[in-house]
Antibody, heavy 121, light 107 residues
């Protein structure tokens, strides 16, 4: 059974940093692109970032480019999102999602349960 | 960037009703479109991929059609457990934007 479990969310001050993790199991992690999608309270889904199966390709939404870094450790079956210079508008539930193949340009077939990031002083 | 629009933004229907949601892309995306269901407090779930293919395990009352710029998602007979927000998503070009969502309620 495919499982994606996010962790690392919490309360952070504006300008602060946070690292999210997504532990994957039930599939060959190194064969799939992985993604981060966020959802602000009461709002729709916003695409954040992607990384290809081998980590060679990454993509960032304009809203997070230069502040967030996506990475993965295929030996640990774990996806990461390092978030810096956090702003109030970054407050959201962050979901990791599995791409439907190795490439970053795909839909998503499995999602984690999400981790909440709160940005407030 | 390819922008996605959905209509309606919300709807109320009776159990057993046929429900239709439309999604429009700002440019041709072929059939690179998914439909997701998100129940309150839960993660999204893939229902339809490549515009018209039913994901494994998804009830057959859900269906999708379309190509190019215009797409349709249908629930043939609305059930109480279908109360959710439905999102379309294109993956023809980066970023793979989502539509704004359609909230479906029971009348």
């Amino acid at each position: 059974e495919v499982q994606l479990v996010e962790s690392g969310g919490g309360l952070v001050q504006p300008g602060g940093s946070l690292r999210l993790s997504c532990a994957a199991s039930g599939f060959t992690f190194s064969s799939y692109a992985m993604h981060w999608v966020r959802q602000a309270p009461g709002k729709g889904l916003e695409y954040v970032s992607a990384i290809s199966s081998n980590g060679g390709s990454t993509y960032y939404a304009n809203s997070v480019k230069g502040r967030f870094t996506i990475s993965r450790d295929n030996s640990k079956n774990t996806l990461y999102l390092q978030m810096g210079s956090l702003r109030a508008e970054d407050m959201a539930v962050y979901y990791c999602a599995r791409g439907m193949n190795y490439d970053i340009l795909t839909g998503f077939d499995y999602w984690g349960q999400g981790t909440l990031v709160t940005v407030s002083s | 960037d390819i922008q996605m629009t959905q209509s309606p933004s919300s709807l109320s229907a009776s159990v057993g009703d046929r429900v239709t949601i439309t999604c429009q892309a700002s440019q041709d995306i072929s059939n690179y479109l998914n439909w997701y269901q998100q129940k309150p407090g839960k993660a999204p779930k893939l229902l339809i991929y490549d515009a018209s293919n039913l994901e494994t395990g998804v009830p057959s009352r859900f269906s999708g059609s379309g190509s190019g710029t215009d797409f349709t998602f249908t629930i043939s007979s609305l059930q109480p457990e279908d109360i959710a927000t439905y999102y379309c998503q294109q993956y023809d070009n980066l970023p793979p934007f989502f539509g704004p969502g359609t909230k479906v309620d029971i009348k």
